[in-house]
């Protein structure tokens, strides 16, 4: 009975969160960090939705798996930030994908191969430069996390990623 309550308490105590695995925010709540509990909860509760309407609105049921879809990209996006932060190990196109993002998000676009570029830096300027965009791309006040892709930005141009 007692290694029970002592397991029940290691899994309490965990330092990352279970979904992106993440050391720099602090466990929130469920086992998940604050960025991931939010998304997780909507989730959760549009599935339990989704059963309610399963016979009533066809329609409505389609809109809440697409909603369902897209919290479950969001809490895989927040994994895919994290992964190289966790493995110590970053890839260029991870890099590339992020400064994508920013440059999507100043609504300009980058002239050059850059892709090239990140390949000639070694680890720890490339892990530099990954948590510096990392953090930039992080602040960007937005509703929903703007999602990695290696699609170049067009200038002047919004780039939709949802």
Known sequence: MLQDYQEIDKKLKTTECS????????????????????WY?????????????????ATRARGLRFQIQTATRILEEY???????????????????????????????????????????????RMCFYCILLEIVEKIPAYRPRLHTLERPVKGSYLRLT
């Open 19 to 38: 979904n992106c695995h993440s050391k720099r925010r602090r466990v929130y709540r469920s086992g998940f960090c604050s960025k991931c509990y939010y």
């Open 79 to 125: 994994a895919w930030r994290e992964r190289p932060l966790n493995d110590n190990d970053v890839d260029a196109l991870q890099i590339e994908a992020l400064l994508y993002t920013v440059a999507a998000e100043c609504r300009s676009e980058i002239s050059f191969a850059v892709h090239s570029w990140l390949f000639d830096l070694n680890h720890s300027a």
């Open 41 to 57: 909860r909507k989730r959760r509760t549009l599935e339990k939705e989704v059963t309610t309407f399963k016979d009533h609105g």
